[in-house]
């Protein structure tokens, strides 16, 4: 079995072979392939920039594996600015003996994700630490795209705005979790790793003003409506019932004591848009297999300014505070 | 029937059942002739209940008080202070459970000492320790272990396994606590208690016969609860109705667990070898007599407050002084009369002992403050 050695960094023979059996031939385009010291693009205005790094651990999982999840995760960054994505870059930290088999698998599979997102990968760099110093593979990519809608932003919600989700809730974080521990559920959990363009991009062509959007990722649900709260000086108030939540997820954080609002989603996205906006942006939704589920979860108050409400069927409601401490590290 | 895992929750959330508990307790509680104090003794009831914002459920002469239930809340700092000395022996892994990690001692934590380079691990599963032990033949390993009766039986069955494989390189430290003695204590004490919601795991191994003299003593109804909203609204209607009929009894609500006798096998495990501590300093509380376990002396070889005792500290350490944990462990005070709740001392940065552990008090009214 081919493995990773630490010449496969060193820039010289294997360096070169590596990146043209492996990273030209499955990204292969012809900015990417004139392999200059930077790739010359040409963009017009409006263009959103973004940059994220990816430690996942396990580094395959149910539904993706840590290149998937590479591309889909700064697309949807691009996405959620309301910016086509056009060009990425893509670095690669491996350790030594790192089976060649695996990185191809996951070569292959940020090939996939670039090619059906209609972006190009166009540079990238390689290097390989001593074993022991990094757990497999990390991954670096950035994201340059075109900004199509305007007008969207975390500052931009306000009172009287519907609040949406795209999708069930927490499948990233529990799939990780349980995969992690080893805890072997007869279960179908399954990651909702995804590139959230197709939708956002309908979204955007439809006309509906949309006052802001974001993915939520790591922090999950809690996180958003925090940071959304903060950030335009709103209360949020969710209705704890609308909030769509599959049943293995809400299993498995019976079993381990987890909220849902904490997980991580990777193909899950929350939406604030005019109330008289919200049924026309739900339907457009449910056009996308991944967003089937979509809800209207709740709206933009005056009062509570920085604060979520949660409310409970019975008519309590209680503060949801954003996610604290290590609830789980590198889960992208 | 094909059994899905959250049919064994579903129902026992149901809203309207929640609702029309809700009307009967206010309904009963008109003809009740003083306000009722109920303490919930343990940390996962706590839980549920500002989970669920069930004090908003209720009539106004009826409250719920917070008790010393959780175990990782009422560990006093020396024995903290112990654990970390331990750990920081030559050639040696500590071993203890989940938020255990994170309480403060007198001047550092386990999870400090960890990142300091000590070799600290939090189990998921007692039995690991077993592994750990075979797998570091040439390290000392020591299990911290905590808890109130519930965890107790699956200590016993470490150290029963220890003894049988005969593994020379496990030792213990038992801080394992049990649940009547402090409820003793509560009453003797200047809290308004005069009802309890006994704890429903801790009942599944010693059954509800520990509750008995306690509730005739103190004339206090005891209800045993199951962890789901209606179990606890259903065991409130159940101590309203006692008190309604002047009755001071001790009964089950967790039916579907819980029974008179307990589980036998779990409590003759536990005397085989475990004994009575003559003394237990409580956080908080203080020394009660008779209310903690060690090492059966027969064993005493295990024993690593015996074996280690001259590196062990003992020196009680206080809390600090604006921490009002005790108080609040005491059923005395609640968390928000605490002048450093929620700005000092929040979950990241616990002052006190009561906001590390999701069980605690404070914690729980960190995470589910009401609106």
Redesign the interface.
């Known amino acids: 079995m081919q493995k990773i050695q630490l010449s496969h960094g060193g820039g010289g023979k294997e360096t070169n072979d590596l990146i043209h059996d492996i990273f030209y031939r499955q990204f292969s385009n012809n900015i990417l392939t004139k392999a200059e010291d930077a790739a010359v693009l040409h963009v017009g205005p409006d263009i959103a920039f973004t940059t994220d790094s990816f430690t996942v651990t396990p580094i395959f999982f149910n539904g993706g594996n840590i290149g998937k999840l590479s591309i889909v995760g700064t697309i949807n960054d691009l996405a959620m600015m309301g910016a086509k994505p056009l060009f990425l870059s893509t670095a690669f930290i491996i350790e030594e003996g790192f089976e060649f088999e695996k990185l191809e698998a996951i070569v292959k599979s940020m090939a996939e994700e670039t090619l059906f997102s209609g972006a190009k990968i166009v540079c990238g760099d390689t290097k390989v630490a001593p074993k022991g110093s990094l757990d497999n593979i990390f991954i670096n990519t950035a994201g340059i795209g075109k900004i199509i809608k305007h007008g969207v932003s975390c500052h931009n919600i306000e009172p009287g705005n519907t609040i949406i989700v795209s999708g069930d809730i927490g499948r990233h974080g529990a799939t990780i979790l349980m995969e992690r521990?080893g805890i072997d559920l007869k279960s179908t959990l399954k990651s909702d790793c995804a590139n959230l363009w197709p939708a956002v991009s309908a979204l955007a062509e439809s006309g509906i003003k949309i006052n802001a959007l974001r993915d939520a990722t790591r922090g999950g649900l809690a996180a958003v409506l925090n940071e959304w709260a903060d950030a335009s000086n709103i209360g949020i108030v969710i209705n704890e019932k609308s909030v769509p939540i599959s049943?293995e997820v809400?299993?498995v954080c019976?079993?381990l004591?987890f909220e849902p609002y904490d997980f991580a989603n990777e193909g899950t996205f929350m939406i604030a848009v005019k109330n008289a906006d919200a049924h026309h942006c739900i339907d457009i939704l449910k056009r996308f297999e991944f967003c089937k589920y979509a809800a209207i979860i709740g709206n933009a108050v005056a009062e509570?300014q920085g604060k979520v409400?949660l409310r409970?069927?019975?008519?309590?409601?209680?503060?949801l505070?954003p996610p604290?401490?290590e609830l789980l590290p590198r889960i992208c | 029937m094909n059994l899905k895992l959250k049919d064994l929750f579903y129902e026992f959330r149901n809203p309207d059942t929640i609702k029309a508990l809700s009307a009967a307790i206010a309904d009963e509680a008109k003809q009740l002739e003083k306000p009722l104090y109920i303490m919930e003794v343990c940390g996962g009831h706590t839980h549920i209940i500002m989970k669920y914002g069930l004090p908003k459920l209720l009539p106004d002469n009826i409250r719920f008080v917070h008790g010393p239930g959780c175990p990782v809340c009422i560990m006093p700092k020396e024995r903290i202070d112990q654990a970390i000395a331990l750990a920081k022996m030559d050639n040696t892994i500590l071993l203890t459970l989940g938020d255990m990690i994170r309480v403060p001692g007198s001047k550092s934590s386990l999870a400090n000492e960890r990142a300091n380079g000590y070799d600290i691990r939090a189990l998921y599963s007692p039995l690991d320790a077993i592994k750990i032990a075979e797998e570091n033949p040439d390290k000392k390993v020591i299990f911290f272990a905590i808890g109130f009766e519930t965890t107790t039986p699956m200590t016993a069955v470490v150290i029963e396994q220890t003894v049988k494989k005969n593994v020379k390189n496990l030792y213990f430290h038992i801080n394992h606590v049990i649940v009547v003695p402090p409820m003793r204590a509560v009453m003797e004490g200047k809290s308004k208690i005069n009802a309890f919601i006994a704890p429903g795991h801790v009942s599944i191994i010693t059954g509800s016969k520990i509750f008995i003299s306690l509730a005739w003593k103190y004339k206090t109804p005891i209800v045993i609860s199951g962890f789901e909203p209606i179990d606890i609204m259903r065991s409130v209607l159940m101590i309203v109705d006692q008190k309604n009929k002047r009755q001071s009894d001790v009964e089950i609500q967790y039916s579907r667990a819980v029974a008179a006798e307990g589980n036998h096998r779990a409590q003759e495990l536990i005397n085989r070898y475990m004994q009575l501590r003559e003394n237990f300093r409580w956080r908080g509380i203080g020394n009660i007599p008779g209310s903690a376990l060690q090492i059966m002396d027969k064993y005493s070889y295990l024993d690593a407050e015996k074996l280690f005792a001259d590196i062990l500290p003992n020196k009680p350490a206080e809390d600090d002084k604006l921490c009002i944990c005790g108080e609040i462990l005491r059923g005395i005070k609640e968390p928000t009369d605490c002048k450093v709740f929620g700005n000092v001392c929040v979950p990241n940065t616990p002052m006190g002992s009561c906001m590390v552990s999701s069980e605690g008090a404070c914690n729980a009214y960190y995470r589910y403050r009401g609106v």
């Open positions: 521990e049943d809400n299993g019976e079993l004591g509570h409400i409970s069927e019975w008519g309590t409601s209680r503060f505070e604290k401490g």
